[in-house]
């Protein structure tokens, strides 16, 4: 069994913030690959699924950032699981916005929801780094990592999220490098061949999924989350 963590803060106000950029990945594996929903436990929500044969269980802490430990730690205690079983999904502001990078173990760089689970239950886990970004001067950045993402953020955000969600499997597997690849793949896309040979046809199957549009709802789910805060 996986334990996905995403961090951030609870409630309507931070829901959009960078801060919650680990809420909001949890959030888009949870929409797109069929998990339970939510419910409170281990003070915190979780949410139950499978990523191909891996048994995964999905976790926003309700105890604010800088506590989020103490739910991680009740969950992976009554779980049994090792910190090796821990995925742990956050924002970086070492990062650009849009860069991502996974690491295991070392430090919490003053990022509090690290450095709370580093007190209870080690370093030794799993982390993808997502980037939001730096404001420039290290006073500056408590105000802009509880500031939500700007317009402008808001395509290169969505192709983030919809890359986790892809490589979500590869990474409950533990193949990290597969999940990097499915990243990539949304937010630096293959450029078409320059060449002169003409692309083939899609399959019929694919050229009807595409050209009829279902009758549902399409909206992603950080449209989604930004209608319902805005």
């Known amino acids: 069994m996986r334990?996905?963590?995403?961090?951030?803060?609870?409630?309507?106000?931070?829901?959009?913030?960078?801060?919650?950029?680990?809420?909001?990945?949890?959030?888009?594996?949870a929409?797109?690959?069929?998990?339970?929903?939510?419910?409170?436990?281990f003070q915190g929500q979780v949410s139950e699924g499978r990523l191909g044969s891996?048994?995964?269980?999905?976790?926003?802490?309700?105890?604010?950032?800088?506590?989020s430990g103490?739910?991680?730690g009740d969950a992976m205690r009554f779980h049994k699981l090792d910190p090796a079983d821990i995925v742990v999904f956050h924002?970086?502001?070492?990062?650009?916005?849009?860069?991502?990078?996974?690491?295991?173990?070392?430090?919490?760089?003053g990022h509090n929801g690290l450095r709370s689970l580093?007190?209870?239950?080690?370093?030794?886990?799993?982390r993808i780094r997502m980037g939001v970004g730096h404001p420039?001067?290290?006073?500056?950045v408590a105000g802009y990592v509880l500031r939500d993402f700007a317009k402008a953020d808001r395509d290169w955000l969505d192709d983030m999220l919809r890359g986790v969600s892809d490589g979500a499997e590869d990474l409950a597997h533990g193949d990290t490098s597969k999940f990097?690849?499915?990243?990539?793949?949304?937010?630096?896309?293959?450029?078409?061949?320059?060449?002169?040979?003409?692309?083939?046809?899609?399959?019929?199957?694919?050229?009807?999924?595409?050209?009829?549009?279902e009758a549902a709802d399409d909206r992603n789910p950080l449209q989604k989350l930004i209608d319902r805060f805005s």
């Open 3 to 29: 334990l996905f963590v995403g961090l951030g803060n609870p409630g309507a106000k931070y829901a959009l913030n960078r801060h919650n950029i680990g809420f909001m990945a949890i959030d888009r594996i």
């Open 70 to 72: 103490q739910s991680v």
């Open 91 to 109: 924002d970086e502001i070492d990062l650009a916005p849009g860069k991502l990078k996974a690491k295991t173990g070392g430090g919490h760089a």
């Open 54 to 67: 891996d048994k995964v269980l999905l976790l926003k802490p309700d105890t604010f950032m800088n506590l």
């Open 31 to 41: 929409d797109d690959h069929g998990f339970s929903p939510f419910r409170a436990k």
């Open 118 to 126: 580093h007190a209870h239950i080690g370093p030794d886990y799993a």
């Open 180 to 213: 990097l690849n499915a990243v990539a793949q949304r937010l630096t896309p293959s450029r078409p061949s320059t060449g002169s040979r003409k692309p083939q046809a899609a399959p019929a199957a694919e050229a009807r999924r595409e050209s009829t549009p």
């Open 136 to 140: 420039g001067h290290k006073d500056a």
